[in-house]
C-alpha cells in the first residue's frame, strides 16, 4: 500500500459546482496536513494548512482531516474556471523541519 | 523578495553530458529541498539539505548531487546524464518554524 493516496483525475465540473478532493494515507504518525495548488508550468503553492483533525475554512476552501479514517479532503465551494489546476495533498509527521510526503496530485478542471 | 529562483528554465541535455541546476532562495530558509516531477507520478525527494554543509538523500537520489555551500544555494548537479532523469525539478525551501515549503517556478529538463 503506497503512503499516500490520491485519483489522479482529472475532475471536470461546470462552474459554481461544489468539488471534493480526496487523500487517503496509512502512516499513522502524520499530523500535519496540507492542500498545494499547482498550476500548468508553475511550481506547486500552499493553499491549506491543517493540523491534526477537524475542519479548517479559508474563503471558498474548507480543508478536513479525519485521522482515524486517515482521510483528508478539500472542499472547493462555487468553483470558478480559475480554480483548474492540480491539487496535491501533502502531509508530515511533524512541525518545523521534516520532509513532505506528497500524493500525485488531482486534476481538476472546471468548465464557464 | 525573489522567493525561490531557478535556473534555467528550460535545458535539452545529451545522454552523458553533466550540467547544473540552480536554486536560490532569499528568505532566509535554512531548509532547502529539491524534487522531481513526472507526468502523474507526484513530487518525489531528490535530496535535502537543512543548512549550509549539511545535505541528505531523498527518495530518489541516484545520479544526483548536491552541495550547500551558502543558505541561499542549493545547486543540483547532474552526472552522465540518462534518459530517465528528463523531468521538471523543483527547488523549495522552509523556514525552521513550520512545514510550509515554498516552490520555485521548476526546471524543465530533457536527456536525449
Known amino acids: 500500500q503506497k503512503e499516500v493516496e490520491q485519483d489522479p483525475g482529472p475532475l471536470s465540473v461546470p462552474e459554481g459546482a461544489i468539488v471534493s478532493l480526496n487523500c487517503t494515507y496509512s502512516?499513522?504518525?502524520?499530523?500535519?496536513f496540507m492542500w498545494y495548488r499547482q498550476y500548468s508550468r508553475k511550481g506547486p503553492e500552499l493553499l491549506m494548512y491543517t493540523y491534526s483533525s477537524g475542519n479548517k475554512e479559508d474563503g471558498r476552501f474548507t480543508a478536513q482531516v479525519d485521522k482515524s479514517s486517515k482521510y483528508i479532503s478539500l472542499f472547493i465551494r462555487d468553483s470558478q474556471p480559475s480554480d483548474s489546476a492540480t491539487y496535491l495533498c501533502a502531509m508530515s509527521a511533524r512541525s518545523g523541519y521534516s520532509t513532505l510526503t506528497f500524493g500525485k496530485g488531482t486534476m481538476l478542471l472546471v468548465s464557464p | 523578495n525573489a522567493g525561490v529562483t531557478q535556473t534555467p528554465k528550460f535545458h535539452i541535455l545529451k545522454i552523458g553530458q553533466s550540467m547544473t541546476l540552480q536554486c536560490t532562495q532569499d528568505m532566509n530558509h535554512n531548509y532547502m529541498y529539491w524534487y522531481r516531477q513526472d507526468p502523474g507520478m507526484g513530487l518525489k525527494l531528490i535530496y535535502y539539505?537543512?543548512?549550509?554543509?549539511?545535505?541528505d538523500k531523498g527518495e530518489v537520489p541516484n545520479g544526483y548531487n548536491v552541495s550547500r555551500s551558502t543558505t541561499e544555494d542549493f545547486p543540483l548537479r547532474l552526472e552522465l546524464a540518462a534518459p530517465s532523469q528528463t523531468s521538471v525539478y523543483f527547488c523549495?525551501?522552509?523556514?525552521?518554524?513550520?512545514?510550509?515549503?515554498?516552490f520555485g517556478p521548476g526546471t524543465r529538463l530533457t536527456v536525449l
Open positions: 502512516n499513522s504518525a502524520f499530523q500535519y
Open positions: 539539505s537543512v543548512g549550509a554543509g549539511i545535505t
Open positions: 523549495a525551501s522552509s523556514s525552521l518554524f513550520d512545514n510550509e515549503q515554498f
